[in-house]
């Protein structure tokens, strides 16, 4: 059984911002492989459905970012899901956009949705993919930058990215997180 987690802010005023990108890859993904309607659980909104014989819960709490944690708990108990099944997809400002990254552990980097879930899960070691979302420009607010929507650019690229993210939690699903992080961090082709 694997727990897939996506951050981001419940409501149509954050629809489509760049804090919610963990809600676009989850959707994405429930999208191609026709999960059933979500319903209301674990402070959240959850479905499940089996990919190649494996349980997939997709999970997107609706606490608000900073209060993830509370949800993913819930659930990670509820379905007695060990850390080790768990991948979260969260934006990220230190990354270029439309780049991703994806890592067996770590720490929250200043991302305070991922912050609460290490917190409420006592420990670090789950994978997390982190989409780029970029630097606000010049002085502006961090606060307020991720809560914009992309610029019409940024959104193709980001679309992209997405599509891209949706393969490797597929990946994740078959073969495992080192198989996945090993294809996600391959350089483009080239033409030659």
Not at 163 to 174: D, K, T
Request: aromatic share 6%.
């Amino acid at each position: 059984m694997k727990l897939i987690v996506g951050l981001g802010n419940p409501g149509p005023r954050y629809h489509l911002t760049r804090h919610n990108v963990g809600f676009d890859v989850i959707n994405a993904f429930a999208d191609r492989h026709y999960f059933p309607p979500c319903r209301t659980r674990f402070d959240g909104l959850v479905t499940d459905h089996s990919i190649d014989g494996e349980k997939v819960i997709l999970l997107a709490p609706q606490t608000f970012m900073n209060a993830s944690g509370r949800s993913v708990r819930q659930c990670l108990d509820f379905f007695q899901i060990d850390r080790s099944d768990v991948l979260v997809v969260l934006d990220d400002m230190n990354l270029e956009s439309a780049r991703q990254r994806l890592r067996a552990s770590g720490s929250a980097g200043g991302q305070k949705g991922l912050a609460d879930i290490i917190r409420h899960l006592g420990g670090q070691d789950f994978a997390r993919l982190r989409i780029g979302i970029g630097r606000p420009p010049g002085r502006m607010d961090a606060s307020s930058y991720v809560l914009q929507r992309f610029t019409d650019d940024e959104r193709t690229e980001i679309d992209v990215t997405i599509q891209e993210a949706v393969a490797g939690l597929e990946l994740w699903i078959r073969e495992g997180l080192d198989a996945a992080m090993n294809a996600m961090t391959q350089p483009p082709a080239t033409g030659h």
